[in-house]
């Protein structure tokens, strides 16, 4: 029995907007997945009320993946249902919440979301808040497009979609493309974003200037200026990042450190923000 | 604009329950501290103070994100919380410097309420599983309407409640807690000020731990090198980026079709 269009559009605007509405301990996206999921099963089993039950059971299950490529998934599922073939897309779900997530999550979480927000943030810190409130809700309305097409590609295409997506070449070398373009953009932003960290201390000490005595105050700050660029904004950054992976430090504890730090430099001027 | 507190606060609190369906989708939701900056300092006079303490909690949190769901603090509220206060102390204080106001209203309210809302979340978290075994019981009787009903009843009350609430009560008393603040001696103010703009190094550290600075310390170098010695803009770096990724797909086309051709070679 096919879906009809009307009751897809449903589906797709319950599992964008709903799926995690009702994320829980013990079955995290699973009671949203199978309301989403309603108007699908209503229809299918409409003359099967244990089918219905059963499907309802079925689809009530621990899930969870990220929440990017879930339409990706019901989408697939969808197409399996309506073929009658509901076991196999349970197995597909189970099969696939795994692999879909790592590469999801690591996505939206290290590159998409950051450069965006960056992007954002720039806009916000030269004062330009509609620009920045532009950019974010284009964001916000570029996922639900994404999620959109990936629910139609995953319902449209089937099983051939979960295998075009874990097909090595196509999936990794995008990740890898996009992950290189968040490496220079966050290369250029972290700099300038921190410009203002500098390093505070002062000496003066007496020179001659055309014969005359005179007191000139050499700023500390200037002589790494004239090494490079940003370089204490970025050696702190890095010894963050040192203690982080070879320290094990939790954001909590960097957190202390950060405020342990800012009291030092109140009274030592080490670290000043311009 | 509004010198109606309580209007106010109701006004910040129906925004944050709303929002904080959108923050649980995890997709939809991006970027809720810079938002809830500039909504509360629309509603409370101030947008420039609110896109400030936005962005400083942005920055601060741009590595955390909630792999799989864990926990993480709710800088959203601290956001809205801390844009609220930052401004109740400039009005309280007219000659207080607005760098100041922000970096202490941070320290002071932002970041402590940002790690009470992984409490409150984890609280409402547990009330929606609670009420997600009604929506399981409806499933083991096939009863569609339960499902859908207790649905409806979780999402509303498990989503914006735990934080809506805090909002409109921190906002409604905000004069008193902007009186406390003021009891705190200035050597405190003065280090929270300058913690609050050391507070971007933590999350740049936080994302930067999660790239393969092995494998990629090229292309940092080449955004490094376009921000400190060319007049690059922002927008500038961008085209750079697309450019040098561009012509990495290529030469990796390149080099692929090379070898396909060889081992075609070797066969024949």
């Keep these: 029995m096919k879906l009809t269009k009307e009751t897809l559009r449903k589906i797709k605007i319950r599992h964008i907007f709903g799926i995690q509405q009702t994320w829980s301990y013990d079955r995290m996206m699973g009671s949203g997945y199978c309301w989403a999921m309603l108007p699908g099963i209503e229809q299918i089993y409409q003359n099967d009320p244990e089918g219905l039950r059963k499907t309802c059971v079925d689809n009530i299950q621990f899930f969870n993946t990220s929440a990017i490529f879930s339409p990706l998934i019901t989408g697939v599922h969808l197409a399996m249902m309506e073929a009658d073939q509901e076991e196999i897309g349970q197995n597909i779900k189970t099969a696939m919440m795994g692999p879909l997530a790592g590469v999801g999550d690591t996505l939206a979480g290290v590159i998409i979301n950051p450069v965006t927000t960056l992007i954002a943030c720039q806009f916000a810190l030269t004062g330009n808040w509609l620009l920045s409130l532009g950019l974010i809700l284009l964001v916000r309305i570029g996922w639900i497009i994404v999620q959109s097409k990936l629910f139609d590609f995953g319902y449209t295409k089937g099983v051939e979609a979960i295998e075009s997506t874990t097909k090595n070449s196509l999936m990794t070398s995008g990740i890898e493309l996009v992950t290189m373009f968040g490496a220079v953009i966050l290369g250029g932003f972290i700099p300038s974003m921190l410009s203002g960290i500098q390093i505070g201390l002062e000496y003066t000490s007496a020179i001659s200037l055309e014969g005359q005595q005179a007191d000139k105050i050499f700023r500390v700050q200037e002589m790494f200026d004239n090494i490079a660029p940003y370089l204490v904004p970025i050696g702190l950054v890095a010894g963050l990042l040192w203690l982080i992976k070879k320290k094990n430090m939790t954001s909590t504890q960097i957190l202390i450190l950060i405020f342990v730090l800012a009291s030092v430099c109140y009274f030592t001027k080490i670290l000043i923000v311009a | ?268």
């Design chain 2, 1 to 268: 604009m509004m010198q109606n507190l309580f209007l106010a606060a109701l006004v910040l609190a129906v925004f944050v329950y709303f929002e904080q369906m959108l923050i649980s989708t995890m997709t939809i939701g991006s970027n809720p501290p810079i938002l809830g900056g500039i909504v509360a300092g629309l509603v409370l006079g101030d947008i420039q103070l609110g896109l400030y303490i936005g962005t400083v909690l942005t920055l601060m949190s741009l590595g955390m994100y909630t792999f799989g769901g864990a926990a993480i603090p709710n800088y959203f509220l601290g956001s809205v919380l801390g844009t609220a206060v930052a401004i109740l102390m400039m009005r309280a204080n007219p000659a207080l410097a607005s760098s100041e106001a922000i970096n202490i209203a941070i320290s002071t309210v932002a970041i402590p309420a940002s790690m009470v809302g992984i409490a409150l979340g984890s609280i409402s978290t547990i009330l929606c599983t609670a009420l997600v075994q009604i929506m399981v019981k409806g499933a083991e009787e096939g009863n569609l309407k339960k499902i859908n009903r207790s649905f409806w009843l979780n999402c509303l009350l498990t989503n914006g409640p735990h934080m809506a609430i805090p909002v409109f009560i921190g906002i409604l008393f905000g004069n008193q807690l902007v009186s406390l603040i003021q009891m705190i001696p200035s050597v405190l103010l003065g280090i929270f000020d300058l913690a609050g703009g050391l507070l971007p190094l933590m999350g740049f550290a936080l994302l930067m731990s999660m790239i393969n600075i092995k494998r990629y310390w090229p292309f940092l170098l080449a955004g490094y090198f376009l921000i400190a010695y060319t007049s690059s803009t922002i927008i500038g770096l961008t085209f750079a980026a697309a450019a040098i990724c561009a012509i990495y797909a290529m030469i990796k086309n390149e080099v692929m079709k090379q070898n396909e051709e060889v081992v075609g070679d070797e066969i024949d």
